[in-house]
């Protein structure tokens, strides 16, 4: 707050946005969401009076975030909408990611599965610019094509689920994340589970949790144990199931 006031008394209008921004941030971390929302309104007016797009873009982003835990849906998806055309714009690839893979995940959310696909691929094809321009991997990717895949899943589309999966997985691989790999192939393993294809869901989960055992992912881990519990039990393996659970 003193930083604020200073700012105020030489009119600093960066500075002050800057400064109602972290608070805001604060504010909302500690779940004063309301009065985050305050600053960052005021934070948005700074940055409109100083031209600043990239910095009003930022403001959308953190307006749609902040009512999206008043769990305001229509006011979330406005705003992240409105920081999307700011940074499309400004030719901004990494910002348009991220407000369309918020997009897909506020859809997704709420059932809209046609709008979250939309989004999803929308943000993948963002992606593939940015590593045709960087000739490398897109550490954002894996996650995408993840989100894709859990969308056909809900909707027991099994082959789109699967085939979104192991791209996650490749993904991954390519960026060395092999933990966010372990966690893919154990979500292929339960769509193989969920399709009743029991022999293919034990191979993956049993893959994933070997990767998790070398990285120490225990809370993986004891997914990985309680899933192939329920593989076992549904082969009326009854003894294996009980040695999983325990």
Not at 28 to 47: N, P, Q
Not at 104 to 118: N, P
Not at 123 to 132: C, L, M
Not at 164 to 193: C, H, M, P, W
Request: aromatic letters at 14%; hydrophobic letters at 35%.
């Amino acid at each position: 707050l003193i930083g604020l006031r200073l700012a105020e008394s030489i009119d600093d209008k960066k500075g002050q946005a800057e400064l109602l921004i972290n608070t805001g941030w604060l504010l909302m971390s500690k779940g004063d969401v309301d009065s985050s929302i305050a600053h960052f309104r005021k934070a948005l007016e700074y940055r409109g009076l100083l031209e600043d797009d990239k910095g009003r873009a930022s403001c959308f982003n953190m307006l749609g975030n902040a009512y999206f835990q008043k769990g305001e849906i229509e006011y979330t998806l406005d705003y992240f909408k409105k920081s999307y055309e700011l940074r499309k714009k400004l030719g901004d690839n990494k910002g348009m990611d991220e407000c369309l893979n918020n997009l897909g995940v506020i859809y997704y959310r709420q059932t809209i599965y046609d709008s979250a696909l939309h989004y999803l691929f929308l943000s993948i094809d963002i992606q593939k610019k940015i590593e045709a321009q960087t000739n490398k991997a897109y550490v954002g990717m894996p996650r995408t094509l993840n989100n894709i895949a859990v969308l056909y899943r809900d909707n027991k589309n099994w082959p789109e689920a699967k085939k979104y999966y192991r791209r996650s997985i490749t993904k991954s691989f390519e960026i060395r994340d092999t933990v966010s790999a372990a966690k893919f192939i154990g979500n292929l393993g339960q769509t193989f589970y969920e399709e009743g294809i029991l022999d293919s869901a034990k191979h993956y989960i049993r893959l994933a949790f070997k990767y998790n055992v070398r990285f120490k992912q225990n809370k993986s881990m004891g997914y990985n144990y309680f899933n192939l519990a329920k593989v076992y039990g549904a082969q009326q393996k009854q003894d294996s199931a009980i040695y999983f659970l325990e």
